[in-house]
């Protein structure tokens, strides 16, 4: 069964330094998202990708963030100078359609920020 | 504000039925969807509900009352791999999905 892949699935670094989190979407999906989830909280939308553009990005998802697909399989998100308080687990999503009835997530990747 | 509101936890026996609720005040209203979330773990979609009734699936079946901004999740014959959080989401007229606050379900033998 078709997956979204996501790598690293840990990641530690020092504040102000840039990260770089990997994802690879299931193939025939159109539609990316990035989530993010702080430990014990609940899963929180940051922005959503489709036909190389942002369709849509919420309010944590300001300048330090990017996001890009690089080529076909990939889509990356990118966070500029890390803070401490970007510590969580992020999510990658894709669906075939748009809306929400099926997304599917990855595995996430733990980021945990000094 | 948006907000989607689910009791924190919920404890059940094997076998029981246990219903988890979801009450919702968002913006706009597309659909109700349900994830399972083992610890550590990804988000993994249950079901979906675009139209006020009930959707069955297995021993999961999800209900939606829009009138009432209203949705619950019900479990069956309660397994122990049931042990998961379960979010509730709604799709409010965008690609994105809004999360509940989240249930905690424990199953006991």
């Known amino acids: 069964e078709p997956e979204v892949t996501q790598t690293p699935s840990h990641q530690v670094t020092q504040m102000g330094q840039e990260v770089i989190l990997r994802c690879v979407p299931i193939?025939?999906?159109?539609?990316f998202y990035w989530y993010r989830q702080i430990l014990g909280q609940k899963v929180e939308f940051l922005v959503s990708?489709?036909?190389?553009?942002?369709?849509?990005k919420s309010e944590i998802f300001d300048d330090q963030f990017s996001v890009e697909r690089p080529d076909g399989s990939n889509f990356t998100l990118k966070i500029r100078s890390t803070k401490l308080e970007d510590s969580a687990m992020y999510f990658c999503?894709?669906?075939?359609?748009?809306?929400?009835?099926?997304?599917?997530f990855g595995p996430g990747t733990r980021l945990l920020v000094l | 504000g948006q907000s989607l509101e689910q009791p924190s936890e919920v404890t059940a026996v094997e076998g029981a039925i246990v219903q988890i609720n979801c009450t919702y005040q968002?913006?706009?209203?597309?659909?109700l969807s349900w994830y399972q979330q083992h610890d550590g773990g990804a988000p993994t979609f249950l079901s979906y509900?675009?139209?006020?009734g009930l959707e069955e699936t297995g021993r999961f079946s999800s209900f939606l009352s829009r009138s009432d901004s209203y949705g619950y999740l019900l479990l069956q014959e309660l397994q122990m791999k049931d042990s998961a959080s379960y979010f509730c989401?709604?799709?409010?007229?965008?690609?994105?999905?809004?999360f509940g606050t989240g249930t905690r379900l424990q199953v006991f033998p």
């Open positions: 990708f489709y036909n190389n553009e942002i369709s849509e």
């Open positions: 989401a709604v799709g409010d007229n965008t690609d994105k999905l809004i």
């Open positions: 509900n675009a139209l006020d």
């Open positions: 193939s025939n999906h159109l539609y």
């Open positions: 999503a894709s669906s075939e359609l748009a809306g929400v009835e099926t997304q599917y």
């Open positions: 968002t913006s706009g209203f597309y659909g």
